[in-house]
């Protein structure tokens, strides 16, 4: 496709012209005014533990989770839970919500271990890519695990481990939801469901009893619902043999956190273009939220997709598998300032390492001077201590001024952070549970 001059000039003007919606000063207040409230609680753990500190809390994962199970067993006949461990995979996060009811999703063999070893009786296995030892594991242990295949090859390794072992295995099977791009690598394509299934039917050690597919970064569930409508299309073709074999249908997890998700402006498509047009925009305090579905809307559309385009051809029991949605508000970061090198630059004493990845560089999340507490914010370079450039926590501060030896609450960093940070430069901060 080629584009003329105009054209081309017509469509970076528009993408310049999208900066987003901004969040809500009084939604941003909202937030941040509870965990001031608990600062004093905040501020006797530093003391006790030192910093740099993840602060775990297990009852934000109870609270979590009995949302989560209320707004879908409400409207669904059977439905079952699996916490996404690479989320965050701290132990007590899995154990607590064990105790709550769920089950486990794990995507590796060290993932499997831990749930093992808390004595889960209800994983399953997905990912692609699984090794020989990992999947014999699992077959090991088929009367707690269900396999979910990844592709051709990992059915005929599985069913030559699990005959050497003498065990029948529970499988379901992933359905890729993109097969073009790098989504491509999860699972088959739709198109190949009746043939897996004819060739897995074959074979003495595997019984294949459901399916699963996932979408990502689901603000909305139009993206389930766009492929629940494929694949009931594609089970009203299937032979009443197939179709009789699913007992479960998994539609994996995705779901974002209620507060949606916050960028800086930089973050947006208009900063992205800003920055390859070499004028970056700036950190000015206007940030950008993307509004969330609450999930008692994402569950009521869901079981309305569900009672619409799979429940006519296969009544089952239906499979989510959370873990974001779970995890994101029950860890924090708390971090102290050991130098204030100008009015608008301080230097913490953790790096982001802690979290694995250059996150605040694109979101956004409000950091509050616990030692100094305002619901005002202001403009400061809070970086952290290694090595690089990139190592960001955020570029504006709660509080009433800030300075050396000042304790920092950085809120929700439970999910896809602690399971990401890295040994690099830095040690990496202790986690406590309060």
């Known amino acids: 496709m080629t584009f003329s001059l105009s054209q081309?000039?017509?469509?970076?003007?528009?993408?310049?012209?999208?900066?987003?919606?901004?969040?809500?000063?009084?939604?941003?207040?909202?937030?941040?005014?509870?965990?001031?409230?608990?600062?004093?609680?905040?501020?006797?753990?530093?003391?006790?533990?030192?910093?740099?500190l993840y602060l775990l809390e297990p009852a934000a994962l109870n609270t979590n989770a009995e949302r989560l199970k209320t707004a879908f067993e409400n409207i669904l006949p059977a439905v079952g839970f699996y916490f996404a461990v690479k989320s965050n995979h701290h132990p007590e996060v899995a154990r607590t919500l064990l105790k709550a009811g769920f089950g486990l999703d794990v995507s590796s063999g060290l993932e499997l271990e831990m749930a093992l070893d808390l004595g889960a009786r209800d994983i399953v296995f997905s990912g692609p890519g699984k090794r020989d030892d990992e999947l014999h594991l699992a077959a090991a242990h088929a009367d707690t695990v269900v396999i979910l295949l990844d592709s051709w090859g990992e059915m005929h390794r599985l069913d030559a481990i699990a005959d050497k072992l003498g065990q029948t295995v529970r499988c379901g099977l992933r359905l890729t939801v993109n097969p073009e791009g790098l989504w491509r690598k999860f699972g088959i394509p739709i198109e190949d469901l009746p043939d897996f299934m004819r060739t897995a039917s074959r074979s003495r050690r595997i019984r294949l009893t459901g399916l699963q597919f996932h979408t990502s970064w689901n603000l909305s569930p139009q993206p389930q619902i766009a492929f629940i409508q494929k694949l009931g299309r594609t089970l009203a073709a299937l032979s009443s043999q197939w179709v009789d074999a699913i007992e479960w249908i998994d539609i994996g997890g995705?779901?974002?956190?209620?507060?949606?998700?916050?960028?800086?402006?930089?973050?947006?498509?208009?900063?992205?273009?800003r920055e390859a047009l070499g004028c970056p925009m700036r950190p000015h305090g206007h940030h950008i939220r993307l509004a969330a579905t609450p999930i008692e809307t994402f569950a009521a559309q869901l079981a309305s997709a569900l009672h619409k385009h799979i429940f006519p051809i296969k009544p089952c029991r239906i499979c989510i598998e959370p873990g974001r949605w779970v995890s994101h508000d029950a860890m924090h970061l708390l971090i102290r300032v050991v130098d204030k090198k100008a009015p608008d630059l301080v230097i913490a004493d953790a790096g982001t390492n802690a979290v694995g990845w250059e996150r605040f560089e694109s979101d956004y999340f409000p950091i509050l001077n616990l030692s100094r507490p305002a619901l005002t914010e202001h403009p400061c370079h809070i970086l952290g201590s290694l090595c690089t450039p990139h190592d960001v926590w955020g570029y504006f501060y709660f509080g009433d001024g800030i300075q050396s030896d000042d304790i920092l609450l950085i809120p929700t960093q439970g999910a896809y952070t602690y399971s990401l940070r890295q040994q690099f430069i830095k040690p990496l901060p202790k986690v406590v549970i309060i």
């Not at 012209?17 to 530093?46: C, I, K, M, N």
Request: negative net charge; aromatic residues 12%; without cysteine.
């Open 8 to 52: 081309l000039q017509q469509s970076l003007a528009d993408i310049l012209s999208q900066t987003g919606q901004p969040l809500p000063a009084e939604a941003l207040l909202d937030f941040v005014r509870p965990f001031f409230d608990r600062r004093d609680h905040y501020l006797e753990t530093a003391r006790f533990n030192g910093s740099p």
């Open 254 to 273: 995705g779901y974002w956190p209620n507060q949606g998700e916050w960028l800086h402006p930089a973050a947006t498509a208009a900063g992205r273009l």
